[in-house]
Every structure is written in structure tokens, then in C-alpha cells.
């Protein structure tokens, strides 16, 4: 890396020289935008799997201060600025300013969540600046989304898990290319696209290249991790409130791209049809394609989706995904984890008014349980009873409605997070592989989504809802809204919580072990009963034993909690 006070900092790599910029704020960072990876998925690769990105640069330079464009949007809540594209395989990359070839210096991957159907690595919150300047390498991988990254259609010969595959590729050219920046990668690295990584026995040796992800994103990196190859992509990974316990069923993926294939007007076979229609016609025919989230655990905006909810989700396709990945574990050490109140975000979405949630009844809720889980309604309810819900809220002084909201964001929280963290940490134990579990239940001081600025001054009142610990992870905590005139700052408490977790971050992509001096993690366990685990205690309904991973003791010098309030929206 060449990176002066006079000059732009650049890189050099076999494709060319690639010019980056410096970070604003007199940060110690610099950052490489619009990398690309893979040929463009466009035309006759649309739905194909990636290619290698193996051309040279123009004039042998890449431009890389310019942000490259997000991949087709198929949702609204989590949508970067900025231009969209189908040729949107692109990295960015951000590095000490300091680093050099020679720094070996640990690499965090990001891969960002949305559902598979929004988000992209320019969306804001996801800034490698300030995580950078701590001695880190920072990548974070575009991948395509919705119908693109996962339509699987087998009579068209569209198999599905494109958009993994498009991960697997970035990993592959990180391995490859990010000593360059300073990064330390995995010593003799072997991949079928490049084989001329493989050591002389065919294995590779570890290095410092750590996998993390959120949300959808989670689910996609533990994906990964569950690969027989992931050993050779990352020496660990970080899940951050896995989105689903299972995957999609293939037979049902299968059915989802019949109908979304005549939505577009194309016959199951014909290739030629679904590759010329255009982004706006795919995004019409995912909007209007009624089979989509239909059934049991698809309701609109609040549902909680299983293996028989069709949509455009990774599958257990029997060639790249072999086998169900909460069955196999994950092959590298991993850490899991999921927030006190994830369940919050989704259902303020649904319900997103004082009004609405003052008028929740009984009658709604009951709702809720059958249109998720049918005929197990009633036991669920047996175990989240109603009244158990409102007697608390009536403590605080709230009316019955937020009883009814308090009680439907639990439920999602354990089924949807809680659940699959305990049982994905539990199949990678049991099949012998080091894994770690927490949960994170910081009330933050600043609003970290866009989307919440209308409720920016009742925060409290989401708790540590999905998304909150992204900020902390990032070390990005202070965030401003012009159009909101939204301005915020962290404590100093907060800004102690962020440090002691990004270390942590940082050690577990150092040594796969998510420990330092300050803090000894202790290993998620199995004992001789096969349920009692440190730092872990029992929900009652959702597996026969589920442990839930209590918060490491991180935040000693963050403000004790205080008591959510009810939302009040202007």
C-alpha cells in the first residue's frame, strides 16, 4: 500500500493499480470502493452463477473512490442512496492508513442483512472508517438479492443459491488479493476458481480472515460456515441475530419460481424470457406474486417465515448446501448471538402508532399465533399467556395494548432469534467445533436506522431491538439525519461497550477465540445432559431444553438500563 500526505492511497493487485481515498474526520483510515469480484451477472448470466472478475483494469488503473452501485432492490427498509444495478458484484475495502503488504493484519468480512431482498455495503451504518483506524481490515461484500440471487427454477436450469455463491467468490477473491491491503489471509489458499492457491496435500492453513454478518446476513454467513469448504474461505465466523431456523424446502423454492416465472409471463424453460425482461418488470413480478409469503408464517409485515413459507431465501439445493446447516454446525469457530428485544423492530413496523398499539385486543393477538404457527397456536399461547403480558405493562402504567405489542414481540424474539441461535450454537458443538454465545441488551442513546428517526425520541421504548449492536460493532455510534434534523451523541459508557466488543471481534479473527485480557469468554458447552450450558438459561416452549445465551459481561461502565416507555409518535 502506498498511502502519503500528499498522495491518494493505492494498491496494487494482478488486475492493476487500485486508487483509494483517505477517510474524512481526520481518521488514520484509508477506503477502496467498487472493487469488483465477478463479471457482470447480466444477460445470459442473469441467475447463473458468478464468474471471476479476470479482466485487467482500464489503462491499468481502478478509479476506487467512486461507491459502486447496490444490486437490484426487492424491499424498501434497509435501501442504500445511490445508483442500482445489476452489475453490482463489487467490494469495498477500508485499512489503516498505515498498513502495507507486509502488516498481516486481521480482515473482517461484513456481509449485511435486508432478507435477502434490500440492503447493500454503502448503506451508512456499515462505514469501515472508524473500525479500520483499530488495526483492522474491513471488506464488506455486495451480493444479488431477491429473485436474482435466489430464484431456483430447475426446468430453466436455475438452481438457486446464486447470491451465496456470489459470497463464496468475494471470499475467494479476498483470499487471494487482500495481502495487498495489508490483510493476512489463509496461507496456501485453495478454491476452484483460482487453483493454483492449493497447497501440495489440497488443505489450507488458517489465517486471520473473519466472517460476520446480521440478520439475513447471518444466516447467509452460517450458510457458509456449515460448507466443507468454509475452512478454506475464513478461519472464523461472528452470526448476529440469525434470521430463520431453517432454511427454504426446496420443493417450495422450486414451486416460487414457477409462479414468479409467470408473473413474468415465461414459460418454465425458457431461459431466453426470464433474461430479457427488465429490473422494474422483476420487481413488478416479486411485488404482485400472491404465491409469495403465502401460507402459515407469511403474513404481511409481521410474520414469522419457516422452511413452507415461499420466498427468495437460501435452500438446501442437495450440491452447494448438501444438508440443512443448523444439522451440520458450522466447520470454523463461531460466535452466536441475538439482541434482548429483536422481536420489537419488526412489529413497530407493523403496528407504528401510539393509536395502533393502544387498540391492540386479545382478538389480535390470537390472530398473530394462527396466522404464524396454525394449529400450535394454543400451546404457544399456553407458554407466552396474554395476561401474563398485560399484568406487567399495567405495572408501568400502560394500557392493555402495549401488553398485546409486548407479548407478539417476545414471541418473534424467541422463535425467530433466540431459538435458532441456541440450536445453530448447539449442532456446532455437538458436531466438535468451538462456538461462543451471547446476547446484547444495551438500550442505545442513537437512533441507528434511518427508518426510526420518526421515533428517534422514544428509542427506549424499541430496547435493544434487531439491528441495535450493528453501531457498536462498527463504531458508529454518533450518526446525523439532515432531513430530520436528527442529531445524536453517545456516552462515554457506549463508547467503552463498542471498544470492548470490536476487540473481541478482533481477537476472534486473530485467533478464533473471542477473548482478550480484559475479557475470558467462556466456551458454549455440552454437558453429560446435553442442555446446561455457562452463561445460558431455559424459555420454555420453543425446544424441549433451549438455553438462551445471556449477555457477556461487557458493558460494566455502560448506564444501568432503564425501563422501556410506552412509544409516542408524532
Known sequence: MVATALASPSVTIDAGTISGGKCSGGQGSVYYKGIPFAEPPVRDLRFEPPKAYSKKYS????????????CIQFGTATVPSGARSE?????????????????????????????????????????????????????????????????ALDSAGYHGNQGIQDLILGFEWIQKSISAFGG?????????????????????????????????????????????EAPILFKSAIIESIALPQ???????????????????????????????????????????????????????????????PEFWPIVDGTLVKENPLHRGAQV???????????????????????????????????????????????IEKYYPLTAFESAVKKLGLT??????????????????????????????R???????????????????DTLVPIADDLSFLGAAHTAEIPFVFSNLNFSYPEDNYTCSSSQGERQLSNEIISLWTAMAESGKPSTEAIQWPQFKITSTGSNTPGMIFAPYWMEETPRPQQLHLPAAVESLQLRRPLRLH
Open 247 to 309: 432454511l427454504t424446502n426446496k420443493s417450495i423454492a422450486q414451486k416460487l419460481g414457477v409462479s414468479f416465472a409467470k408473473k413474468l409471463q415465461c414459460g418454465p424453460k425458457d431461459k431466453s424470457c426470464l433474461q430479457s425482461k427488465s429490473p422494474a418488470d422483476l420487481q413488478k413480478a416479486f411485488y404482485s406474486d400472491s404465491y409469495m409469503n403465502s401460507g402459515i408464517g407469511g403474513l404481511d409485515g409481521i410474520g414469522s417465515s419457516n422452511s413452507q413459507t
Open 400 to 429: 392493555a395494548g402495549s401488553g398485546v405489542f409486548e407479548a407478539i414481540a417476545r414471541v418473534l424474539t424467541d422463535a425467530h432469534f433466540k431459538c435458532p441461535t441456541y440450536q445453530s450454537a448447539l449442532s456446532t458443538a
Open 87 to 151: 452489475n453490482c458484484l463489487y467490494l469495498d475495502i477500508w485499512a489503516p492508513s498505515s498498513a502495507t503488504k507486509d502488516s498481516k493484519l486481521p480482515v473482517k468480512v461484513w456481509v449485511f442483512g435486508g432478507s435477502d431482498t434490500e440492503g447493500g455495503i454503502e448503506y451508512p451504518l456499515y462505514d469501515g472508517c472508524n473500525l479500520a483506524e483499530k488495526d483492522t481490515i474491513v471488506v464488506s461484500l455486495n451480493y444479488r438479492l431477491g429473485p436474482l440471487g435466489f430464484l
Open 333 to 379: 469457530p463461531t460466535v452466536f448471538g441475538f439482541n434482548q428485544q429483536e422481536g420489537t423492530l419488526s412489529t413497530i413496523g407493523k403496528y407504528s402508532s401510539a393509536k395502533l398499539i393502544a387498540n391492540l385486543t386479545a382478538a389480535d393477538y390470537k390472530a398473530f399465533l394462527r396466522g404464524n404457527w396454525g394449529p400450535v397456536a394454543p400451546m
Open 59 to 70: 489503462n491499468g488503473v481502478l478509479n476506487a473512490t467512486v461507491p459502486a452501485p447496490s
Open 431 to 449: 458436531n466438535g467445533n468451538p462456538a461462543w454465545a451471547y446476547e446484547f441488551t444495551h438500550n442505545s442513546t442513537c437512533v441507528w436506522l
Open 184 to 228: 493476512d489471509p489463509v496461507r496456501g489458499f485453495a478454491s476452484t476458481s483460482f487453483p493454483e492457491f492449493w497447497t501440495n496435500d489440497g488443505l489450507a492453513m488458517q489465517k486471520k480472515v473473519l466472517a460476520f454478518g446480521q440478520s439475513a446476513g447471518a444466516t447467509d454467513v452460517y450458510t457458509l460456515a456449515t460448507l466443507v
